[in-house]
């Protein structure tokens, strides 16, 4: 058996085995089956060994472990709630922005987040990738727009390809003149480190385009020994990396998690990117925050931390109108005659700043 096959093998899927963990209470057992015949479960052997089973409020098992609040949907919540359906001209593809597209290879991940805005698209009981001819209808599509400057890999996890498949697309993408960057978002350094290996590293480099990486990591926790070596591995292969966090209640919705996510981001040398609001997927109330609530994190965390360990605070618009800066706003107008600005400082104390003559 391979390791990655090995890694498949021994990652927990059942609310049985959640419960014979210690994970999930027996009494909860019958309302997690529902959870998980609607919802996929998984939790890799290095996810599971960060959670502290005695912890009833473990920030990693919040991310991972299914909860029967998940069976309470409330309204205003959607199975699509970013819009890639409405933005999808042809299967595998969505084209939100006129420059970049998301390419969606697959539909597995190796963990499956209770709080993923994919979560009705998302596990297994679906195709496992796109078909031969999807993919290439896909890639007619890309070739066929010239203004697309970026392909952004996603899904599902398409670091859950074989690093030969991967190869394969890598090359087929950077053939195409106008596609100058392909980024990857992925949760596999995390979930499953030992399959960023040399061969996948060198699947990831391609001669004609630069290739970035996005790590989806949400709790300093969660950046092990083995996950940093993972992401080292790209980096020193001249592979850059940007970071992806979601704002979760009870998993980082404090300053000093926060600090100490951006800070661990920063040492591994992965600039942090976004910090995205919670979307609106069925089920997941429980695990957002407040609007407020973010932006005071985000004052907070401009306090504490340089610019470097700054992310965008992001809010993806329903329907599928693209991402808002929902960070707080320092700076307005004095109603004074001279109509000076008014700034805040990191302190939150309040400057006068002078209009241009
Ligand atoms: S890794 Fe990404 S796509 Fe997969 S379940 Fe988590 S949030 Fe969803």
Not at 197 to 213: H, R, S, Y
Request: aromatic fraction near 6%.
């Amino acid at each position: 058996m391979s390791k990655f096959n090995r890694v498949l093998a021994s990652t927990l899927r059942q609310p049985s085995e959640l419960v014979a963990h210690g994970f999930a209470p027996t009494a909860d057992l019958p309302a997690l089956e529902k959870v998980a015949a609607r919802y996929a479960v998984a939790v890799t052997p290095e996810v599971a060994a960060l959670i502290d089973p005695d912890d009833p409020n473990d920030p990693i098992a919040r991310q991972y472990i299914p909860s029967v609040e998940e069976l309470a949907v409330q309204s205003g919540e959607r199975a699509d709630p970013i819009g890639d359906h409405s933005h999808s001209p042809v299967e595998g593809i969505v084209h939100r922005y006129p420059d970049r597209v998301l390419f969606k290879l697959v539909h597995v991940c190796a963990v499956y987040c209770r709080f993923c805005f994919r979560r009705e698209m998302v596990g297994p009981g679906r195709e496992t990738a796109l078909s031969q001819r999807t993919y290439r209808k896909a890639l007619d599509y890309i070739r066929s727009h010239g203004d697309i400057w970026e392909v952004i890999l996603t899904g599902g996890d398409p670091l859950m390809l074989s690093p030969r498949r991967l190869a394969e697309i890598m090359a087929d993408l950077a053939a195409i003149d106008h596609v100058r960057i392909i980024r990857l978002h992925t949760r596999i350094p995390v979930a499953d480190p030992a399959r960023v290996d040399d061969e996948m590293v060198v699947a990831l480099k391609v001669a004609g385009a630069a290739t970035w990486v996005a790590l989806h990591a949400n709790h300093p926790r969660e950046l092990t020994a083995a996950a940093r070596t993972a992401c080292a591995r790209m980096i020193d292969a001249g592979i850059p990396m940007v970071s992806q966090s979601v704002l979760l209640r009870g998993v980082n919705d404090d300053a000093a998690t926060l600090e100490a996510l951006m800070r661990a981001f920063v040492e591994c040398r992965i600039k942090p990117y976004y910090l995205h609001h919670g979307d609106l997927a069925p089920g997941t109330a429980h695990l957002r925050t407040t609007l407020e609530k973010g932006q005071e994190l985000m004052r907070a965390l401009r306090g504490r931390v340089s610019g470097l360990c700054q992310p965008d605070y992001v809010l993806d618009i329903p329907g599928g109108h693209g991402k808002a800066p929902a960070g707080p706003n320092y700076l307005s107008r004095e109603p004074d005659p001279e109509l000076r600005y008014r700034v805040v400082d990191y302190c939150g104390d309040v400057h006068l700043y002078p209009p241009n003559p």
